[in-house]
């Protein structure tokens, strides 16, 4: 995988209704004394296990938000498209309401400092720009400095100076954003300067 940039988009649920009862089911669980073994909100005790939900996965929680009425949730871009939420736009810090897409995404990534970032660790959010995206992420991959396989650490970097290359079509199919190329430039630099042997060579000399 390349290093990508995550999206994360406001979501605000259609008002679709809920199937099945909460209000029934809680009336049931106590009437029946469930509640005596499972606890009253299903937290589990002694004589009974957890019954509540406590974890959702995002399908899940992109389901919950979709049915449930008035529902606002927070998943990533991909699984807001996947599961048809309606998105919202938000005020980005220039005072601009945007839309989540592509280019809002995009430009989130290429106003950040990432020059000024350590290790490149930037936050996506809030970025300065018209058109930024407020709520945009990146991934990330981890380097030892002074890795103890150079060799391996060498095919690592090959493999994401592909990816960087040639990645950019498949992060667009998967609702993803490619790095901007200022900032793979500056990474692959990073990767020349920071990156050497036990002895002081370089691991990275493309
Ligand atoms: C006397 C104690 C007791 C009462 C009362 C009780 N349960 Fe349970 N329940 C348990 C125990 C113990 C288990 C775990 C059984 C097992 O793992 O074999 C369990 C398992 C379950 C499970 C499966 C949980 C899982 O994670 O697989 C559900 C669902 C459940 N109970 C619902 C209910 C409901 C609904 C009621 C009320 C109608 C109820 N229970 C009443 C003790 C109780």
């Not at 019954?51 to 998943?75: C, D, H, P």
Request: net charge neutral; proline share 4%; with cysteine.
């Amino acid at each position: 995988m390349r290093n990508l940039v995550l999206i994360a988009g406001l979501l605000i649920a259609p008002a679709a209704l809920a199937a099945g009862s909460a209000e029934k089911g809680k009336a049931a669980f106590v009437k029946h004394g469930c509640w005596q073994c499972h606890g009253y909100v299903g937290q589990g005790g002694v004589t009974g296990p957890r019954l509540a939900q406590t974890q959702l996965s995002v399908e899940a929680l992109s389901a919950f938000v979709r049915n449930t009425r008035g529902g606002i949730g927070y998943v990533e871009n991909i699984y807001a498209t996947q599961n048809h939420l309606i998105t919202t736009q938000l005020q980005n810090r220039a005072g601009q309401f945007v839309q989540p897409d592509d280019d809002s995404f995009a430009a989130a990534a290429a106003n950040a400092r990432w020059d000024k970032a350590p290790g490149f660790y930037e936050v996506l959010t809030d970025q300065p720009g018209a058109k930024s995206w407020p709520m945009t992420g990146a991934s990330f991959i981890l380097l030892h400095t002074v890795p103890t396989d150079p060799a391996k650490t060498a095919a690592v970097l090959a493999f994401f100076d592909w990816a960087f290359k040639n990645g950019g079509n498949m992060a667009t199919e998967l609702d993803y954003v490619a790095m901007p190329a200022t900032v793979v430039k500056l990474i692959e630099g990073a990767w020349r300067a920071q990156i050497k042997t036990a002895g002081g060579e370089l691991v990275w000399n493309r």
